[in-house]
């Protein structure tokens, strides 16, 4: 499966972005980001339904994920952003059906996108 991964730039604290990544197929798909210096970490994830997600603790309610899948997009709109959440933001597929927050459940991965926050 191709992911196609979008919607980073450069805003201010406070602002807000929408990711987008572009999936088809039944996948759970889960958002990682990696910040320089920092491991990757897991920030959100959507199973194929939309019924289930789950969140970092990090992004609760700033983050919300949502997906359209007769578009086959996963989004995740991203508001009060902060200078931590500054990172590449990776959108990955898994087949299985539970979201899991470790990458190594996820056997595809999208090109990463920019996200950074100025303070």
């Known amino acids: 499966v191709q992911l196609q991964a979008s919607g980073g730039g450069l805003v201010q604290t406070g602002g807000s972005l929408r990711l987008s990544c572009a999936a088809s197929g039944r996948y759970t798909v889960g958002w990682f980001r990696h910040a320089p210096g920092k491991e990757r970490e897991f920030v959100v994830g959507?199973?194929?339904?939309?019924?289930?997600?789950l969140y970092a603790d990090s992004v609760k309610g700033r983050f919300t994920i949502s997906r359209d899948n007769a578009k086959n997009t996963a989004y995740v709109q991203m508001n009060n952003l902060k200078p931590e959440d500054s990172a590449v933001y990776y959108c990955?597929?898994?087949?299985?059906?539970?979201?899991?927050?470790?990458?190594?459940?996820?056997?595809?991965w999208g090109q990463g996108t920019l996200v950074t926050v100025s303070s």
């Open positions: 959507i199973t194929w339904s939309g019924g289930s997600t």
């Open positions: 990955a597929a898994s087949t299985g059906m539970d979201i899991i927050a470790d990458p190594s459940h996820y056997g595809y």
